[in-house]
């Protein structure tokens, strides 16, 4: 199995950006796909952004689309997720999941096995 956490939130004025990091121990996390989710205060986790194991593939929520990048260093066994052009509907905590597979990014909790811890990120003036 491979344990995450997350790292990178805090509290940003609209407009503004962070990185997230999702680092990855355990099993070889270039076998693994991963997922950046959301979860608002009061609302279910949703899908922001999908990363295949290779990195070659990567999927957007539309919420996010243009403003949010999702990479990843195998070499580091870490994936980040760029947060650009902040708003405050981006307000959550964000976690990052991972899953050994191949195929196209996934969108849904239920593909994903590992998860992090969630880190916060907060966007108000």
């Known amino acids: 199995q491979v344990q995450l956490v997350d790292t990178g939130g805090g509290s940003v004025q609209p407009g503004g950006s962070l990185r997230l990091s999702c680092a990855a121990s355990g099993r070889t996390f270039s076998r693994y796909a991963v997922g950046w989710f959301r979860q608002a205060t009061g609302s279910e986790r949703v899908f922001v952004a999908a990363i295949t194991a290779s990195g070659g593939i990567t999927a957007y929520a539309d919420s996010v689309k243009g403003r949010f990048t999702i990479s990843r260093d195998n070499a580091k066994s870490t994936a980040y997720l760029r947060l650009n052009s902040l708003k405050p509907e981006d307000t959550a905590v964000y976690y990052c999941?991972?899953?050994?597979?191949?195929?196209?990014?996934?969108?849904?909790?239920?593909?994903?096995?590992?998860w992090g811890q969630g880190t916060q990120v907060a966007v108000s003036s």
């Open positions: 999941a991972a899953e050994s597979r191949t195929g196209m990014p996934r969108r849904t909790e239920d593909d994903y096995t590992y």
